[in-house]
């Protein structure tokens, strides 16, 4: 049914779809995706894996809008971007206990107020926390290494996720919460996992996104390490003497000031 361990196309006309969009389902999970993309990963073609993809979008489990292209474009209409919808999420098994996870938050909450929700998040997520130290910590000492290495971890727990390099920093994306719908309810465990990475990034982090919150990844931004005054800046010239200037990113704007 399989030629060097991909679907072919004749195999996957035989055996319907069941097993192409289980695979489809699975890079989803990884982040929203294009026809194309889809279709190299898979070994079909782009008409092939469309055929799952409409298939797929009439029943709920995709979403789609077209790709955001920046700077000039070419001719014909911008490809389409496909995402797992919740009902697809939910296909997934990730949230068969989230309804005895909410109704005990909800007793907690009725007993002990917002403040014991909170300690019940952070000691839930300290687990996830020791299970990450040993690879971040091997990473030394630049916030994006650092996340880099966090992001390897929460993949290998199942959280899909990726570090990336920008203008402001970095950023870490989880494409995967196994807590999204409670979360949605109890904002407290996106708070306390937003102070795990903090900690293990070794400096302030700003959550920017969340799935729990709609959003189709949990985008979390971490500042650069800062320099030492007097030091050259990357790449450029030593500062004049007599005058230091000091380089604050905070929030996304940039401060200079002088001495």
Same mark, same amino acid.
């Given at each position: 049914?399989?030629?060097?361990?991909?679907?072919?196309?004749?195999?996957?006309?035989?055996?319907?779809?069941? /097993?192409? $969009? #289980?695979?489809v389902? !699975?890079?989803? +999970?990884?982040?929203? %995706?294009?026809? *194309?993309? @889809?279709?190299?990963e898979?070994?079909?073609?782009?008409?092939?894996?469309?055929?799952?993809?409409d298939?797929?979008y009439?029943?709920?489990?995709?979403?789609?809008?077209?790709?955001?292209?920046?700077?000039?474009?070419?001719?014909?209409?911008?490809?389409?971007?496909f995402?797992?919808?919740?009902?697809?999420?939910?296909?997934?098994?990730?949230?068969?206990?989230?309804?005895?996870?909410?109704?005990?938050?909800?007793?907690? /909450?009725? $007993? #002990?107020?917002e403040? !014991?929700?909170? +300690?019940?998040?952070? %000691?839930?997520? *300290?687990? @996830?926390?020791?299970?990450c130290?040993?690879?971040?910590?091997?990473?030394?000492?630049?916030?994006?290494?650092?996340?880099?290495?966090?992001?390897?971890?929460?993949?290998?727990?199942?959280?899909?996720?990726?570090?990336?390099?920008i203008?402001?920093g970095?950023?870490?994306?989880?494409?995967?919460?196994?807590?999204?719908?409670?979360?949605?309810?109890?904002?407290?465990?996106?708070?306390?996992?937003?102070?795990?990475?903090?900690?293990?990034? #070794?400096?302030?982090?700003?959550?920017? +996104?969340?799935?729990?919150?709609?959003?189709?990844?949990?985008?979390?931004?971490?500042?650069?390490?800062?320099?030492?005054?007097?030091?050259?800046?990357?790449?450029?010239?030593?500062?004049?003497?007599?005058?230091?200037?000091?380089?604050?990113?905070?929030?996304?704007?940039?401060?200079?000031?002088?001495?």
């Amino acid at each position: 049914m399989k030629k060097g361990g991909v679907i072919t196309e004749a195999a996957d006309r035989r055996v319907g779809h069941p /097993a192409t $969009r #289980g695979r489809v389902i !699975e890079l989803l +999970a990884q982040g929203p %995706a294009t026809a *194309a993309a @889809l279709s190299e990963e898979l070994g079909l073609s782009p008409a092939g894996v469309r055929r799952h993809l409409d298939a797929m979008y009439a029943e709920g489990l995709v979403s789609a809008r077209e790709q955001v292209i920046r700077g000039p474009r070419g001719r014909g209409r911008p490809a389409k971007v496909f995402s797992l919808t919740d009902t697809a999420r939910d296909g997934l098994g990730r949230h068969a206990y989230d309804g005895l996870a909410t109704a005990a938050l909800r007793w907690i /909450a009725e $007993r #002990g107020g917002e403040r !014991e929700v909170a +300690a019940f998040a952070a %000691a839930q997520i *300290a687990s @996830l926390e020791q299970r990450c130290e040993d690879a971040v910590r091997d990473s030394g000492d630049d916030p994006l290494a650092r996340a880099e290495a966090l992001a390897e971890a929460l993949t290998a727990q199942g959280y899909a996720a990726s570090a990336s390099t920008i203008a402001t920093g970095g950023q870490l994306c989880q494409h995967h919460c196994p807590v999204a719908h409670v979360a949605a309810e109890f904002p407290q465990l996106c708070e306390a996992e937003t102070e795990v990475i903090g900690r293990l990034v #070794g400096t302030h982090v700003q959550r920017l +996104a969340t799935i729990a919150h709609g959003d189709g990844v949990c985008t979390t931004h971490i500042p650069p390490k800062m320099a030492r005054p007097g030091a050259p800046p990357p790449g450029g010239a030593p500062a004049p003497a007599g005058r230091t200037e000091l380089v604050q990113i905070h929030d996304g704007v940039t401060m200079r000031t002088d001495s």
